[in-house]
């Protein structure tokens, strides 16, 4: 018997019978006096032939592409200037498209073999952030008369399906889980009706369902909605007969931008757009009937857009006629359609114009000139419906007040709701209809308006759809850097509140799906919640510290940072900055999922609300676009410096993150410190305004040229050349490792992001711990949680590599 099956015999004899400790013990001394003989001579021959093996050097890093260049000169104000990477844009040349394919499969390759080494490393942070990803089965119910609407995703479906239910019938079986097909198994009934399957729009639509506008009828007959004909690259309206549930005949138009019912669901009036993009006809569709849709008015000024909305009692249309040089409004009785229009109100260019009624008053919320002089924030005026001055005579609702800002308002029969801002902190107050003659144009607090709960660190309040304009409970959905989106019925009859939905990170998926308030939702009256953590907040585990940094001018930059509670080291901990700065819209800081992977890994989260963008009103949005842009760009670096003296963030360790508008802020701060950052992310970032400005291929609107200026002007092009991204790249410097991710489905061509890419690559100097990096997207994104948390992955391992290393 061989000496090593013995051996193992032997325990197993040992293991099954009491079987004295010497023999194991000999046993053991015979296996190695016999083994030590055959090791010795094992030995003698390995050194006879031993060969000493080189170390295996590491792979070398791969090589970026290089497209080649083709110099087209350009010349404007008395400035020239060369474009050597011109030909990507140039969508007619065939020959140059090839060279795009080519270029964009090397780029692919490329960005493959630099995180090749992170898969696993991606893996584990797809593993991660999909269960945190809400599981959006359905949207919460929301009442409309005797009808609960909301949208639900069957299992192995992409897209929703757009359904209602009866409320005072089957309010029982509305929970979040959903009987299969709306189906009552007791009674044996169908209670659920299917109104619109977006998986069978795809179908309509080249396997692609993507909606802009959905509006149900007020007598809940028709559905009018607006789909994205990818093939054609624009939106075409249907209607839907929800008794029936069949395509009507009329109207179908294409290139819709706005819609609003009138005559009570029977009348449906809807703006088109030209070649280019611009919404210049308004017509009228009669439903039922087999006249031609009726051409109410036709704007033929280039610069003037138009757009329809309904009041929320469905009372009176407005129509908004906008352009540089003025902003109108022309109001239209719903009841007669076809009765003509009256102006109500005119203003200078650029003044944001809503219109509401309630009980034969109008209600405009603008932040419009008054007598010349410009304002900063927003404000409520009112008029009677059936006032005879000309023009118009507005009265102010609210006196101003300066400290109390108003961002939004809402109206239900009932109440008055006002989204309030005081410094930082925002309010949520209601106000009880209608408004005494005597409390008019007295100060907010003045009126004791209702102060509804909110939880801390609210980042934006949204109003809901509130379709229902006679019911008194009004919903909103609040966001938070420290807690998940919530979405709130108030009840402004009795101070009752109810989170309808919300992820909860600690304890379960979701506290509500859709569902009655009875079985799933969780109720609190006035301050006093029923449980510890009535908010879901997850400020137990991550702080959320606000400052006021000064800027170069001195002017005080909001900056907000996130970070694990347990994970905090003063100068030691990697960050990531966020910005954008751009149309005056507030960045967005609520609760992301997928950031959880770097903030519980030490990371530090910040946010810079940088000027040109939202939050700060009109003059804050001014001073950051145009010929004042340059003030976002050194309010983002002051921030970014701020980070770094004070020790949140280490010195090496910081690095930069910008969407779009926001891509161009972090792109031009890296020109101006390419030693400040270690890493970005720029995603479908604008990164050549001098070309797209100039010489736009895809539609710009009068927006895009106020935000960042005229070329034909020449202090607006001199401002434009000075922070281009593309036209600021330092030669012979160190740049940050870089990862920019576009689409082409993106507003801003795919073409801009390697242009840039590539003039990087050549002007800055080669350090292959510091790729530039090319990520494309074929599919849109935000339309796929796959790709999100795919896209989202790499993003975080991209950081992780090149930061942490």
Known sequence: MPLNTAVYLGFNKLSSSFVSFRPLTTMRHLLTAVRRPILRHWAILQSANYKPQKPQPPPSPPSPPKPPKKPVSFCLHGESWEDEYNWMSQLNDRVAMRHMDVYMEQEEKYTEAVMYDTERLQSKLQAEMAPRLAPELSTPPLRWGPWLYYRRVEEGKQYPVLCRRLANVNEEFISNKSPSAGFDFT???????????????????????????????????????????????????????????????????????????????????????????????????????????????????????????????????????????????????????????????????????????????????????????????????????????SPRKWENVFANDQDLIIEDVDFCDSHLLLIVREGRKYRLYSICLPLCNSTVGVHLKEVNPQNLPLPDHVSQILPGPNYDFYSSTMRFAITSPVMPDAVVDYDLTNGKWTIVQQQNLLYERTRVLYGSASSMSKNFSGNNAVDDRPWNDLAEYYACEEYDVPSYDGVLVPLTILYSRHRRKNGENPGLLHGHGAYGELLDKRWRSELKSLLDRGWVIAYADVRGGGGGGRKWHHDGRRTNKLNSVKDYISCAKFLIEREVVQDTKLAGWGYSAGGLLVASAINFCPDLFRAAVLKVPFLDPTHTLLMPILPLAPNDYEEFGYPGDIEDFRAIREYSPYDNIHKDALYPAILVTSSFNTRFGVWEAAKWVARVREYSIYDPSRPVLLNLTTDIVEENRYLQCKEAAMETAFLMKTVES
């Open 187 to 389: 009674s044996g009934k169908k209670i659920e009706q299917r109104l619109l399957d977006y998986n069978l729009e795809a179908e309509r639509f080249g396997g692609y369902a993507y909606e802009e506008l959905s509006e149900v009828s007020p007598d809940h007959r028709y559905l009018a909605y607006t789909m994205y004909d990818k093939d054609n690259d624009y939106f075409k309206l249907s209607v839907r007969d929800l008794n029936f549930g069949s395509l009507c005949s009329k109207p179908q138009a294409d290139r819709v931008s706005s819609i609003a019912w009138a005559k009570d669901g029977q009348a449906l009036l809807y703006v088109v757009t030209d070649d280019k993009k611009r919404p210049f006809r308004l017509y009228c569709s009669m439903l039922g009937s087999n006249d031609e849709d009726v051409l109410i008015l036709e704007e033929p000024q280039e610069n003037v857009h138009l757009s329809i909305r309904h009041t929320k009692d469905f009372r009176y249309l407005t129509v908004n006629a906008f352009s540089t040089q003025s902003s109108k409004v022309f109001l239209i009785n719903a009841a007669d359609p076809l009765s003509g229009m009256t102006l109500v109100w005119e203003c200078e260019a650029n003044a944001h114009c809503i219109i509401e009624h309630h009980k034969e008053y109008l209600y405009l919320f603008t932040d419009a000139a008054v007598q010349g002089q410009t304002v900063d924030h927003h404000y409520l005026l009112r008029s009677p419906v059936a006032s005879s001055s």
